[in-house]
């Protein structure tokens, strides 16, 4: 049976029914936890410990993920103690690749971000949420982008710049961060 007439069964509401209270995909998880139909899942393929603070995570999503925009978040999924924890990140990856990297900074109390930073090994499986936010590249691409990041928000610019490469985007492109910036300093007026 082909890949898309199985994943269409998989998905049918009446075997959904039949598999009882549970749902296919609880059954499905048990034979492979990314198998899931619903529900959106990676697995992590590799974690770079950049600094003593920052970790960089290569995901490979299933099938249930629906991918994001480049600037978009995604809220991440781990158990910690028994309890799923969730935050959200922005994806560093260009919104083309098959494997999505997130890098995440410790924050003294943060829960997540430092089990992440000090926890989290490949093969172990996070739970994904669907891509939300409005901050993307327009559509269609302007012949002129400037792209101003500060913080974190260099990752979601990092996405764009990757994804802008990957086009082959001809443009004119000027990015800069709030590292270019001093506190007596401003941005270019736009």
């Known amino acids: 049976m082909p890949r898309s007439a199985a994943r269409r069964l998989l998905r049918s509401s009446l075997l959904d029914v039949l598999v009882g209270p549970h749902g296919i995909d609880r059954y499905l998880e048990l034979i492979l936890p990314t198998s899931t139909v619903y529900d959106a899942r990676a697995s992590v393929q590799a974690v770079r410990r950049q600094t003593a603070r920052s970790v960089t ?6 099938a249930a993920f629906q991918g994001f925009r480049a600037g978009q978040f995604v809220r991440i999924g781990v158990e910690i103690d028994g309890v799923r924890r969730t935050r ?5 990856s260009s919104e083309r690749a098959e494997l999505l990297e997130l890098t995440v900074t410790a924050h003294p109390d943060g ?6 930073c000090e926890q989290l090994a490949p093969g172990a499986i996070v739970h994904l949420d669907e891509a939300s936010g409005s901050f993307v590249l327009p559509d269609p691409r302007p ?3 400037v792209l101003i990041s500060g913080g974190s928000g260099i990752t979601a610019v990092l996405s764009m710049l990757r994804t802008l490469c990957e086009e082959g985007f001809d443009g004119e492109l000027t990015e800069a961060s709030s590292a270019t910036f001093s506190s007596t300093t401003r941005p270019p007026q736009l």
């Open 57 to 62: 995570l290569t995901l490979r999503p299933n």
């Open 88 to 92: 959200t990140y922005s994806p560093a």
């Open 111 to 116: 829960l997540v971000s430092r089990w992440l």
């Open 143 to 145: 012949e002129r982008l």
